[in-house]
């Protein structure tokens, strides 16, 4: 099983990001059987909850991104999206797709002062 995040760059404050997880060696029943999330870790902080996605599309986030980030799954395909608007320099950091106890390798994002 493998998880690959992309999309990760340097964006002003107020700007946006999509970051996709791409997954492969997944059975289709395994992916659909837990939800997809994404966890984020700033320079010198733990790595921190930011959304999670089950396979219905229920969706839970961090309070400080909620209206701001939205995470979306393709089940077909077996990947997963975040959508980053309005972006703060808080957001900065590297962000992580996970599935169950697989991770991906993390994105960089970041939103200078």
């Known amino acids: 099983v493998q998880l690959v995040e992309s999309g990760g760059g340097l964006v002003q404050a107020g700007g946006s990001l999509r970051l996709a997880c791409k997954t492969s060696?997944?059975?289709?029943?395994?992916?659909?059987?837990?939800?997809l999330n994404w966890y984020r870790q700033a320079p010198g902080k733990q790595r921190e909850f930011v959304a999670s996605?089950?396979?219905?599309?229920?969706?839970n986030y961090l309070d400080a991104v909620k209206g701001r980030f939205t995470a979306s799954r393709d089940n077909a395909n077996k990947r997963a999206y975040l959508q980053m608007n309005s972006l703060k320099p808080e957001d900065t950091g590297v962000y992580y797709c996970?599935?169950?106890?697989?991770w991906g390798q993390g994105t960089q994002v970041t939103v200078p002062s």
């Open positions: 060696g997944f059975i289709t029943s395994v992916f659909n059987s837990d939800d």
């Open positions: 996605i089950s396979r219905t599309g229920l969706t």
């Open positions: 996970n599935h169950g106890s697989n």
